[in-house]
């Protein structure tokens, strides 16, 4: 995976499958800290302490076809070479929070990515779900709710062409605005 | 920052309506992209950000754009399925911008395949 934008597509994903409706995703940078920090919650059927330990194997998965569990293990990876941290907290029938951070001056740190093009095609994607992004990067941050946006435009779907064209001119000026500081 | 009303997203509501108000529900042609790990680390989050231009260019509202996992031909990602109602479902391999681009307009809109980047055709007949 060339950087972490994809990573987040990733784990998302995963969350859809374990029937997520809500996903929070948190994404600072933090240069004081030195840290660049990236927090998932969602609120999806969770996972019992065995499949908490079995979830960074490779080989685990939960997937009735497909044999293996690679994206969680990869995240890991990648925040393990950057001197980062990796924690997965989760509770069967509440959802599941993972948090990861690396350090973020560190050599071996992917960079984040294009994640404005990954908020975008998550909304795409994923509809019927509600998100909350929000990225921050020292003072600066900016923040998107999709299930606010749902109410507004009723029986309009959140992924009509129309609609996820202005969200991409959107959330594309909103991270590049928090990016230049 | 520019930021986004509640008054425009009322508008592209609107707008949304008047222009599908004609149209008889359900959706001509489904479009899933591949987006497992492997597919991902190949590139499908740009194939289907190539997609959803092409969509909005093409100004079409009868088309779902989906996601899955893999789909147990990693060495072929980035991939993409494509249903047209009544017809059995073509998956492309190997997919890049231009050829996305290529497979919309001639599969998608005009409903010739494109044999040259196609896999499988339903379940059994290989290109």
Redesign the interface.
């Known amino acids: 995976m060339e950087d972490l934008s994809l990573h987040i597509i990733d784990i998302v994903e995963n969350s859809v499958r374990a029937e997520a409706t809500k996903i929070s995703l948190d994404i600072e940078t933090s240069i004081q800290e030195n840290l660049l920090k990236i927090k998932l919650t969602d609120n999806g059927r969770g996972m019992d302490e065995e499949e908490i330990k079995l979830c960074d194997d490779p080989f685990f998965t939960t997937k009735k076809c497909g044999s293996t569990g690679l994206g969680i293990s990869l995240l890991k990876q990648s925040a393990m070479e950057a001197e980062g941290s990796f924690k997965i907290e989760s509770e069967k029938g509440r959802g599941t929070t993972i948090s990861v951070s690396f350090r973020y001056d560190h050599i071996d740190r992917k960079p984040l990515g294009d994640i404005a093009k990954t908020f975008y095609i998550l909304i795409a994607a994923f509809p019927f779900v509600d998100f909350f992004f929000s990225y921050k990067k020292g003072e600066l941050s900016f923040e998107i709710d999709t299930a606010e946006m749902k109410k507004v435009l009723e029986d309009v779907p959140i992924n009509a062409p129309d609609v996820l064209k202005t969200l991409k001119y959107y959330i594309s000026r909103g991270i590049k605005s928090v990016e230049k500081g | 920052?520019?930021k986004?009303t509640?008054d425009?997203?009322?508008k592209?509501?609107e707008?949304?309506?008047e222009?599908t108000h004609l149209r008889e529900g359900g959706y001509r042609v489904k479009i899933t992209?591949h987006?497992?790990?492997c597919g991902?680390?190949a590139g499908s989050?740009e194939i289907?950000?190539s997609l959803?231009d092409e969509?909005?260019k093409a100004?079409?509202?009868d088309i779902i754009?989906?996601?899955s996992?893999?789909a147990?031909l990693c060495s072929r990602e980035p991939m993409v399925t494509i249903e047209m109602m009544g017809e059995p479902p073509v998956k492309y391999g190997d997919l890049t911008d231009e050829k996305i681009r290529k497979i919309f307009r001639e599969h998608v809109l005009e409903g010739k395949i494109v044999e040259e980047y196609a896999i499988v055709r339903g379940c059994e007949t290989s290109y």
Do not use: F, H, P, S
């Open positions: 920052m520019a986004l509640i425009d997203l009322k592209i509501k707008e949304y309506k222009k992209v987006m497992g790990t991902l680390a989050r289907m950000d959803l969509i909005q100004n079409v509202t754009v989906t996601t996992g893999c147990g």
